[in-house]
């Protein structure tokens, strides 16, 4: 007699893997199993069901890997996939306990096929998110519009409350849509494009932002449209500026003098995450400035990395300190120079007789680089693609505060500042002018400090570089007469 299981929804886990246990205990073979999911809008579906019977008795076990694939094969947008994966368990169950090492198996193969398809999904449904924001009456409200080719909504809602914490959000896609409130995730049924309004503040952002990061000397239209598929042009805004780009691609190039590396991408870990906070960060159009970062992509350091780490302080601070990237603590964190790095600057500020909090405190690179050693993370210097690709962020803020005084911590931030590579020993202690009536000031990077190898060096070192944040008053009090 066949049996037929109508699952609630798409990616119903819970009840596909209750029903095939107790059907596999019964000793119901996969082709007497009819899977279906019943109809949003199916109100007498139940009328159907079976009613639910006491489970079976008896012991189950199914590889730990089995259950891995299954989950992902789940979200496949392929109707069969319920009764591929009662077909793979009921194998395991019958006593092939290694079946997915046999890879030429026809099940196998489908179910990897599967797998392989919905995993490129979730890494472009992760790169491509793009946030409107929409006001409401109880606030702001960051909806998006995305088109995934599978059921891959609510296994990736985690995902996105991780990076997205504080914000009130909303991913809308066709079949289902996931809404975070700050505290609590919730699903409903799919919506249409139209359901987003047009006017956006944020679209102008990453119109300028992909712009300043596009490299007409290394335009490939192919590698581009596989990582960035036209599909989901349509909901970027950052696309947009696509076709003009690419007609000025040629032109630009003969003008280029030097292109950007951008670095490949590292092994991707992504830690447990602090909750993100962006309540240090009054000002708004700073503060909708890191909202936006929060999910830059410009280069690939976002996806190994917990979150962006955006500066902060006031955006009327007349001083400003540039470092070089989050380190491992302000990567968890959320924050610059929270680490021991930041114990060491705040001492020396303290010691110079700066108020850190009246001052404007960032970065060059905005996301964590380091190599996954163990269950280590090591810093990684970034280098002059990771540079160029959040110059646009860094410049954002200058131009934001316009501090009298900016204050260069190391090597990596001068060159990000400066635009040129600069040897700290030559240009240090001496006052740069930058554009505006502003200025600049070398030093080195407070972590270097902590690298000293004895007490008499670090002693020196650390004396020259409180000199150095003091002259730096001096030099804010004379840009203040
Ligand atoms: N080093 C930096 O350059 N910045 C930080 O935020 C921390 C360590």
């Known amino acids: 007699m066949s049996r037929s299981v109508i699952l609630p929804h798409e990616v119903d886990w819970g009840g596909w893997r209750s ?8 000793g119901v073979p996969p082709e007497d199993v009819v899977w279906s999911v019943r109809a949003p809008d199916d109100l007498f579906a139940d009328a159907s069901e079976e009613p639910a019977a006491a489970p079976p008795a008896g012991t189950f076990n199914v590889p730990r890997a089995l259950v891995d694939l299954a989950q992902t094969v789940i979200q496949a947008r392929e109707p069969a996939r319920f009764a591929l994966l009662y077909q793979l368990l009921w194998r ?11 890879v030429t198996d026809p099940d196998v193969q489908r179910a990897n096929r599967l797998a392989q398809a919905v995993r490129r999904d979730t890494h472009k449904m992760r790169a491509f998110v793009r946030f409107r924001e929409v006001a409401e009456p109880e606030g702001t409200r960051y ?8 059921y891959i909504v609510e296994a990736n809602a985690a995902f996105f409350v991780r990076r997205f914490a504080t914000m009130v959000w909303s991913i809308l896609t066709p ?6 409130n700050g505290e609590e995730l919730s699903f409903t049924a799919g919506a249409a494009r ?16 992909f712009s300043s990061i596009f490299n007409p ?10 990582e960035m598929p036209r599909k989901y042009w349509r909901n970027l805004p950052e696309a947009a500026a ?9 032109a630009r190039v003969s003008t280029m003098v030097e292109a950007p590396t951008i670095s490949p991408a590292k092994p991707a870990r992504i830690p447990d995450a602090a909750p993100p906070t962006l309540d240090h960060l009054p000002d708004t159009k700073l503060r909708r400035a890191a909202i936006e ?3 830059c992509r410009a280069c690939p350091l976002w996806e190994p990395a917990t979150q962006t780490v955006f500066g902060e302080g006031p955006a009327d601070a007349r001083l400003m300190f540039v470092g070089e990237q989050p380190g491992d603590q302000e990567d968890l964190a959320g924050r610059p120079f929270v680490g021991p790095a930041g114990k060491m600057f705040d001492t020396a500020l303290a010691e110079a007789g700066i108020d850190r909090a009246a001052a404007y405190v960032t970065n060059s690179v905005k996301h964590f680089k380091f190599e996954p050693r163990g269950k280590r993370r090591i810093h990684a210097k970034p280098d002059a693609g990771d540079i160029a690709a959040c110059k646009f962020w860094l410049d954002l803020e200058q131009q934001e505060v316009q501090p009298a005084v900016t204050v260069l911590l190391g090597a990596t931030a001068a060159r990000a500042v400066l635009g040129r590579v600069v040897t700290i020993s030559r240009e240090r202690s001496r006052p740069i002018a930058l554009t505006g009536n502003r200025q600049a000031l070398v030093t080195v990077h407070p972590s270097y400090l902590l690298r000293l190898p004895d007490e008499a060096s670090r002693q020196r070192e650390y004396a020259a570089f409180v000199a150095d944040l003091r002259q730096a008053m001096t030099l804010l009090d004379s840009s203040a007469s």
């Open 19 to 26: 029903a095939a246990r107790a059907l596999a205990l019964e």
């Open 217 to 226: 000397a290394r335009l490939k239209i192919g590698a581009m449209t596989s």
């Open 143 to 150: 909806v998006a519009w995305f088109e995934p080719d599978n």
């Open 92 to 102: 395991a169950h019958a006593g092939e306990r290694h079946l997915l090492e046999q």
């Open 293 to 295: 970062a929060a999910s």
């Open 175 to 180: 079949y289902r849509s996931a809404h975070w």
């Open 242 to 250: 696509i076709p003009e780009l690419i007609r000025g691609a040629a």
């Open 194 to 209: 139209a359901d987003i309004p047009d006017d956006d503040r944020l679209e102008a952002y990453w119109r300028a932002y």
